[in-house]
Structures are given as structure tokens and as C-alpha cells.
């Protein structure tokens, strides 16, 4: 049964960090790419960031590209999304996704000051 736990989310200021888990069961993690999205106050579904299952290969939504960071650790069968210079619209609702068959229940993430 494929399991996907997101944590590390929470409350921090404007300009700040956060590291987003998602860590991964049931399956073969390093043959599957992963995908990050996320869902903001009252809109709808937002892609934010994908990666190869070598972890060789990444891409970002524009409204994230460069202050995100999306790696894996096979060993740990774990993804991660490192996010930099935190914004009032980067909150949201964040969620991995296996091929967008299989969600984690979602980690919320809120930027305020």
C-alpha cells in the first residue's frame, strides 16, 4: 500500500524557512518521480515542483523558481522541498504526490507576520 506523510510544515515570517518532508512507502521510490503541489486560501490545485526518480532532474513553477529547492534521499525513501524567502502567498496547504494517484494528507504552511 503506497503511504505518502508530509510534515515539517507551520507559521513563520515573511523571508523565512522552511523544510517540507514527504516521506514515501509501499513502492519502488527511486523509480517514480515526485511531485509537490499545493492549495492556497479559497483557489484551486497549484503545481509547485517535480523531480526524476534518479533525483537528477527538477522543475519549479515560476512563483517559486529560485527561493525553492526540491531534492530526494533514496535511502530515506524521502522528499523534500526546501523553501527560502518565504512569502504571504506562498501560504497554503502543501502535498506530495505520486503520479497524482496517490496524496499525503497535506502539511499546512502560513506566512505571516
Known amino acids: 500500500e503506497v503511504q505518502l506523510v508530509e510534515s515539517g510544515g507551520g507559521l513563520v515570517q515573511p523571508g523565512g524557512s522552511l523544510r517540507l518532508s514527504c516521506a514515501a512507502s509501499g513502492f519502488t521510490f527511486n523509480r517514480y518521480g515526485m511531485t509537490w503541489v499545493r492549495r492556497a486560501p479559497g483557489k484551486g490545485l497549484e503545481w509547485v515542483s517535480d523531480?526524476?526518480?534518479?533525483?537528477?532532474?527538477?522543475s519549479y513553477a515560476d512563483s517559486v523558481k529560485g527561493r525553492f529547492t526540491i531534492s530526494v534521499d533514496n535511502a530515506l525513501n524521502t522528499l523534500y522541498l526546501q523553501m527560502n524567502s518565504l512569502k504571504p502567498e506562498d501560504t497554503a496547504v502543501y502535498y506530495c504526490t505520486l503520479v497524482y494517484d496517490y496524496w499525503g494528507q497535506g502539511t499546512q504552511v502560513t506566512v505571516s507576520s
Open positions: 523531480i526524476d526518480g534518479g533525483g537528477s532532474r527538477t
